[in-house]
């Protein structure tokens, strides 16, 4: 890779107890969800460590880890992008070719952050990577009884921008969010909704506002309701996503993933320590 500047998308992974309510030791020497939640980052580190290769089964892909330093990742995932050329000479040929990009992952419990290099002669969206490696990794987590489920991260006025600019059109808002289970995050949220959200063992919870179809919503941004929800939705909680009169497509905030960027560092496997530094620091 070239010193080109790198782009990276954001988004937040939380790792989930399958079944809240399951009797019994859940296996080995975990006898309590509680103590399985408490331990939940340790065991995604096994579920991490013990896969070799990201791969959807319908991408050949190679994964190679750069850097590893406690609960930090740095790895390069490359894609076969076969691709068809004519020669010089009136023939058709096939020659591999394996674009690759860089993944960060930080398994700190008030972090739990995937950070996916935006490019697009690797992949289309940093999203399917994203989706890749949590399932490549589900069946090691289900046999420690844990999921984990992913949001990307958005800046939040974009989002008030939205309201802002819409104002007077805005028919629907929902929210798509889930179930806390970082406390750095979720302090916005009302303890009610964490309490519903966990007693009925949801993964994830809707919440749908909608007004009469001859009027429109009216949303403030000093709503402390609104504000909670949009803050624990933009840190990777949720998405949001509105329904504007005259636009025939839900307008959703997962649109608009967070972005962050390194410039003037040539990227290569002496240097993947100080770019695992870097990133962590944007990241903080």
């Not at 399958?18 to 859940?26: P, S």
């Not at 990307?152 to 289970?181: A, C, D, M, V």
């Not at 959703?252 to 993947?272: D, F, M, R, W, Y």
Request: glycine content about 4%.
């Amino acid at each position: 890779m070239s010193s080109h500047p790198l782009s990276f998308e954001l988004y937040r992974y939380q790792i989930l107890p399958i079944d809240r309510f399951l009797q019994g030791d859940l296996f080995n020497d975990i006898g309590s969800i509680e103590e399985l939640i408490s331990r939940k980052n340790e065991f995604f580190k096994k579920a991490l460590e013990g896969t070799t290769n990201f791969s959807s089964g319908r991408q050949d892909t190679i994964t190679q880890k750069l850097y590893e330093d406690e609960n930090f990742y740095l790895f390069k995932i490359a894609y076969n992008k076969s691709m068809h050329r004519e020669t010089k000479d009136f023939r058709a040929e096939v020659i591999d070719h394996w674009p690759s990009l860089l993944v960060a992952i930080w398994n700190d419990p008030e972090k739990q952050f995937i950070a996916v290099q935006r490019r697009t002669t690797a992949v289309s969206s940093t999203e399917v990577v994203v989706k890749t490696i949590l399932a490549s990794i589900t069946p090691i987590l289900e046999s420690y009884h844990l999921r984990a489920v992913y949001e990307s991260l958005f800046e939040k006025q974009k989002f008030w921008s939205l309201l802002h600019r819409y104002e007077g059109r805005i028919r629907s808002l929902e929210f798509e969010l889930i179930t806390p289970n970082m406390a750095n995050i979720s302090s916005s949220l009302s303890e009610d909704l964490k309490m519903f959200a966990k007693a009925t063992n949801s993964i994830k919870n809707e919440l749908k506002i909608q007004s009469d179809p001859k009027s429109s919503l009216h949303l403030d941004e000093e709503n402390p309701t609104l504000q909670g929800l949009v803050e624990y939705s933009s840190e990777g909680g949720g998405n949001i996503s509105l329904k504007i009169e005259g636009i025939n497509r839900k307008v959703h905030t997962s649109k608009t993933v967070k972005e962050v960027s390194i410039e003037g560092l040539e990227v290569n496997n002496s240097n993947a320590s100080e770019l695992s530094k870097i990133i962590k620091e944007l990241l903080r």
